[in-house]
């Protein structure tokens, strides 16, 4: 029962299903036993609040699954494994699909994400929502990422808090970390897998913009948004990317023609790792952190990691400063138009939302001042959106990322905590965030590797061989005493 115990807890989405498939734990009691955990540890007063809403689904589905699996139609290393997915997504489970926001709390989606339905072919068991920052943290300017109208306040399972600026796939992170799902799916449009992954000390994976589908998620900035992974490990956040991407005729990005991926690394032996340090690095690199970063880059130089440092982006004090109108014009766009279309609980537009919230003032208790001045942000075909969205890429991927790997040259970059977001994010290039250990307060500690856009198998490579030598994940101070697998009927 311990082993059972720990395998669901804090084991590896492989190793669970690798478990389900050799029959020594069934779908549906690992489906059980997440419940179980959930409603004990999450719900209630003093729980962690991390989960918004349970898949009344859930147990049909896993039996479906072992029955699957018994006629001996195992559909992948996922088959079987209970996840979990942010409450921006559509399912068809009956649950809401809120995006955080009291105005659409009791919305019941019509139709369901391409990312749930490649994760049912893949086998795997849809457990529920999680809570995230209201409406992707653009709300105001003063809202933590803990908060949302419609799933309240979510508490760190290490402690400490979800403050301001640490993403807002924060139910899905803290739901890993906690135990409470073999895997979640969170959405980055700018920090909201990585920042969440570090302080949560779980693995979070952004793939290229384009890489996996959108259709079914309440947009934030059509040019950035894209879904993924948090898992234990870097291998996993492998095994559900692979299940979830590919092309999808319903969210044209995902027809983007990409460069030639090149191999990744399969050793650390000659990796060359480049270290942005300007208006990057050294954002973050409190005393206390420098010296937990040294560490690591030293660990993987002896490694036989090639450490190019610095590895500046020469756009980096440029980007620092930027102030564009992309996330404006493009959350207005986007949303306005899945409103317009929908009509989730009588909101037909952006400006509908604001009146509403304006008539509930207890659900916004930090105001919406940035939804007011979306309201007022310029239109897609103007010069201001065109000439910002130029400059973005320009600042971030032309004299950034690209510049950087060029000059290093370096195959990857790395950062220490989530400080390279607005580049990657601007860029839609994917990232991979590492727990590393804590930093000298014995707050979680972390570490992102990224590179160009399109590059998502080399990048996921070299993360793994990175992971081997300073992956370390920090625990929670949960006990599972009472925790015990059962079937119920």
């Given at each position: 029962m311990k082993e059972r115990t720990a395998l669901l807890a804090s084991g590896s989405a492989r190793a669970i299903g690798a478990a389900i498939a050799a029959g020594e734990i069934s779908a549906l009691e690992a489906t059980e036993w997440y419940l179980d955990r959930i409603e004990r540890l999450d719900q209630g007063k003093e729980g962690i609040n991390c989960v918004r809403t349970v898949s009344r689904l859930a147990r049909e589905e896993a039996r479906r699954a072992?029955?699957?699996?018994?006629?001996?139609?195992?559909?992948?290393?996922?088959?079987?494994?209970?996840?979990?997915?942010?409450?921006?997504?559509?399912?068809?489970?009956?649950?809401?699909?809120?995006?955080?926001?009291?105005?659409?709390?009791?919305?019941?989606?019509?139709?369901?994400?391409?990312?749930?339905?490649?994760?049912?072919?893949?086998?795997?068991?849809?457990?529920?929502?999680?809570?995230?920052?209201?409406?992707?943290?653009?709300?105001?300017?003063?809202?933590?990422?803990?908060?949302?109208?419609?799933?309240?306040?979510?508490?760190?399972?290490?402690?400490?808090?979800?403050?301001?600026?640490?993403?807002?796939?924060?139910?899905?992170?803290?739901?890993?970390?906690?135990?409470?799902?073999?895997?979640?799916?969170?959405?980055?449009?700018?920090?909201?897998?990585?920042?969440?992954?570090?302080?949560?000390a779980v693995v979070g994976f952004k793939p290229t913009v384009g890489r996996v589908s959108r259709h079914g998620f309440i947009p934030l900035v059509a040019s950035q948004d894209s879904p993924g992974p948090l898992t234990r490990t870097v291998d996993d956040a492998q095994l559900v990317y692979q299940a979830i991407g590919g092309a999808d005729m319903k969210d044209t990005a995902t027809l983007t023609v990409f460069p030639a991926e090149t191999r990744g690394n399969q050793s650390l032996q000659g990796l060359r790792i480049g270290i942005p340090r300007r208006f990057i690095a050294d954002t973050v690199l409190t005393p206390d952190r420098e010296a937990v970063f040294e560490r690591l880059l030293h660990a993987l130089a002896q490694a036989g990691a090639v450490i190019v440092d610095p590895c500046d982006l020469p756009s980096a004090e440029q980007l620092n400063g930027v102030r564009s109108c992309v996330f404006r014009a493009e959350f207005r766009a986007g949303i306005n138009s899945l409103l317009t279309a929908l009509k989730p609980c009588g909101m037909r537009s952006l400006q509908d939302i604001i009146a509403w919230n304006s008539a509930h003032p207890q659900s916004i208790p930090y105001g919406q001042s940035l939804l007011e001045a979306t309201d007022a942000a310029p239109d897609l075909r103007s010069s201001a959106y065109i000439d910002d969205r130029r400059q973005d890429i320009a600042l971030s991927l032309n004299a950034g990322i690209l510049a950087a790997l060029n000059a290093g040259p370096a195959d990857v970059l790395l950062s220490p905590m989530s400080a390279a977001a607005k580049c990657t994010g601007k860029a839609g290039a994917p990232v991979v965030a590492i727990p590393a250990g804590a930093d000298s307060a014995g707050l979680p500690f972390g570490v992102t590797v990224y590179a160009a856009p399109g590059q998502d198998a080399a990048i996921l490579q070299a993360a793994m061989v990175i992971e081997s030598v300073i992956g370390q994940r920090l625990m929670p101070a949960i006990t599972d005493t009472e925790s015990v697998i059962t079937t119920k009927s």
């Amino acid at each position: 029962m311990k082993e059972r115990t720990a395998l669901l807890a804090s084991g590896s989405a492989r190793a669970i299903g690798a478990a389900i498939a050799a029959g020594e734990i069934s779908a549906l009691e690992a489906t059980e036993w997440y419940l179980d955990r959930i409603e004990r540890l999450d719900q209630g007063k003093e729980g962690i609040n991390c989960v918004r809403t349970v898949s009344r689904l859930a147990r049909e589905e896993a039996r479906r699954a072992d029955a699957a699996l018994a006629a001996g139609q195992a559909a992948g290393p996922l088959h079987g494994v209970p996840y979990l997915i942010k409450d921006n997504a559509f399912t068809l489970d009956g649950s809401f699909a809120s995006a955080g926001a009291s105005a659409l709390a009791e919305f019941i989606p019509p139709y369901e994400a391409t990312v749930v339905a490649r994760l049912r072919e893949a086998g795997a068991v849809l457990l529920g929502k999680t809570n995230l920052t209201e409406f992707a943290d653009f709300v105001a300017e003063t809202m933590p990422a803990e908060f949302s109208g419609a799933g309240g306040v979510v508490r760190h399972p290490l402690g400490g808090r979800y403050d301001r600026g640490m993403g807002s796939s924060v139910g899905s992170a803290a739901a890993v970390a906690a135990g409470f799902c073999g895997f979640a799916i969170g959405s980055e449009t700018q920090n909201s897998i990585q920042a969440p992954a570090v302080h949560s000390a779980v693995v979070g994976f952004k793939p290229t913009v384009g890489r996996v589908s959108r259709h079914g998620f309440i947009p934030l900035v059509a040019s950035q948004d894209s879904p993924g992974p948090l898992t234990r490990t870097v291998d996993d956040a492998q095994l559900v990317y692979q299940a979830i991407g590919g092309a999808d005729m319903k969210d044209t990005a995902t027809l983007t023609v990409f460069p030639a991926e090149t191999r990744g690394n399969q050793s650390l032996q000659g990796l060359r790792i480049g270290i942005p340090r300007r208006f990057i690095a050294d954002t973050v690199l409190t005393p206390d952190r420098e010296a937990v970063f040294e560490r690591l880059l030293h660990a993987l130089a002896q490694a036989g990691a090639v450490i190019v440092d610095p590895c500046d982006l020469p756009s980096a004090e440029q980007l620092n400063g930027v102030r564009s109108c992309v996330f404006r014009a493009e959350f207005r766009a986007g949303i306005n138009s899945l409103l317009t279309a929908l009509k989730p609980c009588g909101m037909r537009s952006l400006q509908d939302i604001i009146a509403w919230n304006s008539a509930h003032p207890q659900s916004i208790p930090y105001g919406q001042s940035l939804l007011e001045a979306t309201d007022a942000a310029p239109d897609l075909r103007s010069s201001a959106y065109i000439d910002d969205r130029r400059q973005d890429i320009a600042l971030s991927l032309n004299a950034g990322i690209l510049a950087a790997l060029n000059a290093g040259p370096a195959d990857v970059l790395l950062s220490p905590m989530s400080a390279a977001a607005k580049c990657t994010g601007k860029a839609g290039a994917p990232v991979v965030a590492i727990p590393a250990g804590a930093d000298s307060a014995g707050l979680p500690f972390g570490v992102t590797v990224y590179a160009a856009p399109g590059q998502d198998a080399a990048i996921l490579q070299a993360a793994m061989v990175i992971e081997s030598v300073i992956g370390q994940r920090l625990m929670p101070a949960i006990t599972d005493t009472e925790s015990v697998i059962t079937t119920k009927s």
